[in-house]
């Protein structure tokens, strides 16, 4: 089995950095994603790390300490859009399970001007 | 763009019914798979296939079932559907282990 911790709510100013973090218990980690979800909207895929270090993609980055069961999402710049829920998801690579990933309860993010 | 459309957004049906969730993907991915999302709780996996006809349990299964006839479509089943199903319910489907996986905009499923 897996464990998956992730803030439940944070809240920002439009314009800044957040940095929303996870961590993670696993026995086979096989790499970890990063979703965002508005409300009543479906998942989107926003980043995947399965080595250690830091992944960049515009305003948004991902770190991830293999060693240390931990990653984090950094958002810049943020925008009033951001305003979402933010899916940390684990895939394990042992036994069946090897297909399936394993979500956090998400971090619901707030911006505020 | 990959698309994953589930058949309903919104469905309403009662206590004991059989119910039958659709979704088809549109890019010929391998994969597919069948979450349920409620408050606190996140997305819990129920079933996934990773190729026509075949199938895995996830993390929820009890009360499920699935059908992958098509690789396009994968069917999740209620056999007799009780008031704790209700839920959001969504689809993903992706290429491959190392490949994201792309939702559906979800089923609001309401057992009365």
């Known amino acids: ?113 | 763009d990959v698309k994953v459309t589930q058949s309903s957004r919104y469905l309403v049906k009662r206590t004991g019914e059989k119910v039958f969730l659709e979704c088809v993907q549109d890019m010929d991915h391998e994969n597919m798979f069948w979450y349920r999302q409620d408050p606190g709780l996140g997305l819990r996996l129920i079933y996934f296939s990773y190729d026509v006809k075949m199938k895995e349990k996830g993390d929820i299964p009890e009360g499920y079932s699935v059908s992958r006839e098509k690789k396009e479509r994968f069917s999740l089943i209620l056999e007799s559907a009780s008031t704790n199903q209700t839920s959001m319910y969504l689809c993903a489907s992706s290429f491959s282990l190392g490949q994201p996986q792309h939702f559906g905009d979800g089923t609001r499923l309401s057992i009365l």
């Open chain 1, 1 to 113: 089995g897996q464990n998956i911790d992730q803030p439940t709510e944070m809240t920002a100013t439009e314009g800044a950095i957040v940095q929303i973090n996870c961590t993670y218990q696993t026995s086979g980690f096989n790499g970890l994603f990063w979703y965002q979800q508005h409300a009543g909207e479906a998942p989107t895929f926003l980043s995947y790390n399965v080595l250690d270090g830091l992944e960049e993609k515009g305003r948004f980055s991902s770190f991830l300490s293999r060693s240390k069961g931990y990653s984090y999402l950094l958002l810049k710049e943020l925008q009033m859009k951001d305003s979402a829920s933010y899916l940390c998801a684990v895939r394990d690579h042992s036994g069946a399970g090897s297909y399936q990933l394993t979500f956090g309860k998400g971090t619901k993010l707030s911006v505020i001007p």
